[in-house]
């Protein structure tokens, strides 16, 4: 329990301290010994968890006064937040931020008070095979993030010279974040899932509008609105849930087994929330608005942190939605057609974006959906799938975003169109874009692999319409991938190589995380295997083992190719090193070149500069028409599937 409550408490407390701390170099010492410490606390936990199992924490057993202050103090800071949200949106004149602050905290201190302090909550902290995996992500990729950080915020004070140093309050954020996660993961009592998760909205928003600009300002405002409205929503299913005695995740899922109608309207809720915090269509606008924050923001929302928090709990409660997927009204049925249409969507608004921060938003949006398509089955193949698309998609988003931030800071712009010559100008950082770019779509590499798990679950789930949404998905993402690749691919002749300006804690973390990718998609079979695996056989208790679990997945042989292809992919490469006879050839511009090779005699005697230029097709994929699109069907969704759930409970069917 030592080890649970340390990673808790660890990065709140390296987030007090660098509150604190004002100078450069304190703060990157605390910060790097923190984020070691961290990662290092997250590795030791995995090994525990490999020589003692899942564990659970009854703190009313021998610390029933330590449960009660926790339980106290987590109140009032419920309270104080509140009004800290109801004061900033009077102020900021977001009413309806005041007024969802005014609903849900009461509430909450309500149930608290009135229902909450009769159930007895036996393990409230608990850790198994997929918290440990969220851990390792939390604990590693997120820790290098706030290592890349320390470089990247000593440009942008450079750049905002003008404006008073503000970066205490940045990396105080960035932990605080990193602390509430560690919460989220470990925490079994609802209540205190809850503190945490209001925890990561309060972080976001501050995030988000860190900059105090009116366009952050505003955006931070609507992440937060958003996200208040999943908080309502977590409130009242802890209050239906708690009616039936019950406070418990675990509780939860053991009530799906033998009381399904019940548990079907707090499940709708919690999927709901977790939608919210997903980022999910109607709900999606919240994460391309956070592209306003520092890069470090976007890579911890998009890879550890936030949005993972939403489709933690959707996968939590995924065994709950095998029981309950029976009726076309169910949290699963929510999940999959939401999660599916948001998929589709957002994969074809990706294709019309030149700007790399909103491809990798839209990226994330979509992949974000198909996790949460994958776990809505409840079934086996499906959480499998969800699971390692968690663990792909958390390493090789953070690379994205990290390596498009160090690219604005040194070519001036984050648009794919400007990154003409990008392997000229930044070798270095333009192969670990193209390891991460490979890595999202391309064979043999894990994307792929879970993408193809996530589409034979999706066959076992008898949901043809949802299949196709995936299918139709899965293919658009060539599209915007492929420009992509395509410009980091290209060379152009004489750019001046500038990779020197790099700090050196943006080299060493975005080096360790292009290792990560590639060792995640080397390893992937034995994290099936040791982690993935065992995880699907305990939520489902008696119904399956490990024989009868290989009849949902992919079999291990493909694994195992897959494996052996990627390695070969990786390693051909250096069998090449030093022996190739190059010959260096003028570029053919389509016409005379001139000097440099950048520019070339055209028609007419004309001088003309060249250019590479991707098609976008806004005529077809416009934002703002899959957007409308996608809203439109997934309001639809939610107020048929919500309007039904009603009128069943006030007919008194539930």
Not at 488 to 512: C, D, T, Y
Request: aromatic residues 12%; neutral net charge.
């Amino acid at each position: 329990m030592s080890i649970v409550f340390s990673l808790i408490l660890l990065p709140a407390v390296v987030a007090v301290a660098l509150l604190l701390v004002k100078g450069d170099q304190a703060r990157g010492v605390l910060a790097i010994a923190g984020s070691i410490l961290i990662g290092a606390l997250s590795i030791f936990l995995t090994v525990r968890f490999f020589t003692s199992g899942s564990m659970t924490f009854n703190l009313n057993e021998n610390h029933e006064e330590l449960a009660e202050f926790i339980g106290y103090a987590m109140m009032a800071i419920e309270i104080i937040l509140a009004v800290v949200i109801f004061a900033l949106g009077i102020k900021h004149k977001k009413y309806l931020a005041s007024l969802l602050a005014a609903l849900q905290t009461p509430l909450m201190v309500w149930f608290e008070f009135s229902t909450g302090k009769n159930i007895e909550v036996e393990n409230a902290l608990y850790y198994d095979q997929l918290s440990i995996i969220m851990a390792l992500i939390i604990g590693i990729i997120g820790t290098l993030i706030c290592v890349y950080a320390l470089g990247y915020m000593k440009d942008f004070q450079h750049h905002h010279h003008d404006e008073a140093d503000r970066r205490p309050w940045f990396f105080f954020l960035l932990f605080l974040f990193l602390a509430a996660m560690y919460g989220i993961v470990f925490s079994n009592n609802l209540v205190w899932l809850y503190f945490f998760w209001e925890i990561t909205t309060l972080c976001s928003f501050f995030l988000i509008g860190f900059t105090k600009t009116k366009e952050a300002t505003n955006n931070s405002f609507r992440a937060l609105i958003m996200n208040l409205f999943g908080g309502l929503a977590f409130v009242l299913a802890i209050i239906l849930v708690g009616r039936n005695g019950v406070l418990e995740l675990s509780g939860l899922l053991q009530m799906a087994a033998y009381s399904p109608q019940i548990v079907t309207p707090p499940l709708i809720l919690l999927v709901f929330a977790g939608l919210t915090k997903a980022a999910q269509m109607p709900f999606n606008s919240w994460l391309l608005g956070a592209m306003v924050a520092p890069t470090p923001t976007s890579a911890l929302l998009h890879s550890s942190t936030m949005v993972k928090a939403g489709v933690f709990l959707i996968l939590k409660l995924a065994p709950a939605f095998m029981m309950t997927n029976s009726s076309l009204v169910s949290a699963g049925t929510l999940a999959m057609m939401v999660g599916g249409i948001t998929f589709l969507m957002a994969s074809c608004a990706a294709i019309s974006q030149s700007n790399a921060k909103r491809v990798l938003a839209y990226s994330t949006v979509a992949n974000l959906g198909l996790i949460i398509v994958c776990a809505g089955t409840g079934m086996p193949g499906g959480i499998w799938a969800a699971t390692m698309l968690i663990i792909f998609h958390a390493v090789t988003k953070s690379l994205l975003f990290l390596c498009v931030g160090t690219a604005e800071h040194n070519i001036g712009s984050r648009d794919i169109e400007d990154m003409d010559g990008l392997f000229s100008r930044m070798p270095r950082l333009a192969l670990f874009m193209i390891v991460g770019i490979s890595a999202m779509f391309l064979a043999p590499f894990g994307m792929l692999v879970s993408k193809w798990a996530a589409l034979e679950s999706l066959i076992y789930s008898s949901n043809p319409l949802v299949l196709l949404m995936v299918v139709f998905g899965s293919s658009v993402t060539v599209f915007y991938w492929g420009k992509w690749l395509g410009k980091m691919l290209a060379i152009v002749a004489k750019r001046e190589n500038i990779q020197h300006n790099v700090h050196k804690e943006e080299w060493s973390s975005l080096g360790s995380l292009v290792a990560l990718v590639i060792a995640a998609c080397i390893t992937f079979p034995a994290f099936s295997k040791r982690l993935v695996e065992p995880f699907i056989i305990s939520v489902y208790g008696g119904l399956l083992t490990e024989e009868n679990l290989q009849n949902f997945l992919l079999g291990s042989e493909n694994l195992y190719i897959m494996m052996i292809m990627t390695a070969v992919i990786l390693l051909l490469p250096m069998l090449f090193l030093g022996k190739s006879n190059k010959r260096i050839m003028p570029i053919y511009l389509a016409g005379a070149g001139l000097n440099d090779n950048l520019k070339f005699m055209g028609s007419m005697q004309k001088e003309t500069e060249f250019s590479l230029r991707n098609w976008y097709m806004e005529g077809y994929f416009a934002e703002k028409r899959m957007n409308l699109i996608g809203i439109i069907a997934t309001v639809l969704v939610m107020v048929y599937i919500f309007s039904s759930v009603a009128a069943v409970v006030f007919r008194g069917g539930v």
